[in-house]
């Protein structure tokens, strides 16, 4: 006998059907210092990436989402925020960083709607709940360390076929990839894996015009926190919003100007 779905199944799968899919704004029309940009986000229907997606749409970018998990509501939601910005053109397709065919599936989506990109934003990342080494279970390592810095490389990889001179790569990193927090092994090695893997990035890509940012943000009231500390104090975060606003600032740099590192933090300073 077939089990009966649940809400959250039916929801889900819902989702997914909405999730591949494309619509056009219907805000602002004047040219806008962004218009005709292409940006793809990972990550991007919540959190970080969703304010990231939203700044370059207010901005005029076209712009393309990719979601491993996704729910109706979730989508509708970032449909309703990116509605308020300029007239622009959205992508959203379900994609897992961590599976090499998931990830090409995306791009040539993107290759097909959008021809070329100049925007990627790898935001997409998990972390795991506190655990001393010699308790954290290889399931959990692996699934940490194949989103966070697979997945960017996967998510590179299949873009860069597709940009040209003048582009631009983020990089998502926390100030975690320069830091230490006990009982964060997965994530901390994940994160000084993905600067590694970052800088040496900027530094291929230099002769080809295309330009690397290592993004830092501090503590960030994200949906994150609920994975490893339900009651940090949110109230001493930044928002997701002001993260975007300093991402948007950089991209807006004229091409011989670079902002490799960029670090942003609570004022109040670490949690």
């Given at each position: 006998?077939a089990?009966?779905?649940?809400?959250?199944?039916?929801?889900?799968?819902?989702?997914?059907?909405?999730?591949d899919s494309?619509?056009v704004?219907?805000?602002?029309?004047?040219?806008l210092?962004l218009?005709?940009?292409?940006?793809?986000?990972?990550?991007?229907?919540?959190?970080?990436?969703?304010?990231?997606?939203?700044?370059?749409?207010?901005?005029?970018?076209?712009?393309?989402l990719?979601?491993?998990?996704?729910?109706?509501?979730m989508?509708?939601?970032?449909?309703r925020?990116?509605?308020?910005?300029?007239?622009?053109?959205?992508i959203?397709?379900s994609?897992?960083?961590r599976?090499?065919?998931?990830?090409d599936?995306?791009?040539?989506t993107?290759?097909?709607?959008?021809?070329?990109?100049?925007?990627?934003?790898?935001?997409?990342?998990?972390?795991?709940?506190?655990?001393?080494?010699?308790?954290?279970?290889?399931t959990?390592?692996?699934d940490?360390?194949?989103?966070?810095?697979?997945g960017m490389?996967?998510?590179?990889r299949?873009?860069?076929?597709?940009?040209?001179?003048?582009?631009?790569?983020?990089?998502?990193?926390?100030?975690a990839?320069?830091g230490?927090?006990a009982?964060?092994?997965?994530?901390?090695?994940?994160?000084?894996?993905?600067?590694?893997?970052?800088?040496?990035?900027?530094?291929?890509?230099?002769?080809r015009?295309?330009?690397?940012?290592?993004?830092?943000?501090g503590a960030?009231?994200?949906?994150?926190?609920?994975?490893?500390?339900?009651?940090?104090?949110?109230?001493?975060m930044?928002?997701?919003?002001s993260?975007?606003?300093?991402?948007?600032?950089?991209?807006?740099?004229?091409?011989?100007?670079?902002?490799e590192?960029?670090?942003?933090?609570?004022?109040?300073g670490?949690?």
């Open positions: 006998m089990r009966k779905r649940t809400g959250w199944a039916k929801e889900r799968e819902e989702g997914e059907r909405l999730l494309e619509f704004t219907q805000g602002k029309t004047q040219v210092p218009s005709g940009k292409k940006a793809v986000i990972s990550g991007g229907t919540r959190g970080i990436g969703l304010a990231i997606a939203t700044a370059l749409a207010g901005e005029g970018c076209d712009v393309a990719a979601a491993r998990n996704i729910a109706t509501s989508f509708q939601r970032a449909a925020v990116l509605s308020d910005t300029a007239t622009v053109r959205v959203a397709k994609c897992d960083v599976v090499p065919r998931s990830v599936n995306f791009f040539q993107v290759r097909t709607k959008f021809k070329s990109i100049d925007f990627l934003v790898n935001n997409a990342g998990i972390s795991h709940q506190v655990a001393d080494t010699d308790r954290l279970s290889p959990a390592w692996n940490v360390l194949t989103t966070n810095l697979t490389f996967l998510c590179t299949a873009a860069l076929p597709l940009m040209r001179e003048g582009g631009i790569i983020v990089t998502n990193l926390s100030v990839a320069k230490v927090f009982g964060q092994a997965a994530y901390i090695a994940s994160k000084w894996g993905a600067l590694g893997f970052t800088n040496c990035l900027r530094e291929e890509l230099r002769p015009g295309i330009r690397v940012i290592a993004l830092m943000p960030t009231d994200t949906e994150i926190w609920k994975q490893f500390w339900p009651e940090a104090p949110r109230a001493r930044i928002s997701p919003e993260v975007a606003s300093v991402v948007v600032s950089a991209i807006l740099l004229p091409e011989n100007a670079t902002v590192e960029l670090v942003i933090a609570p004022t109040t670490a949690l």
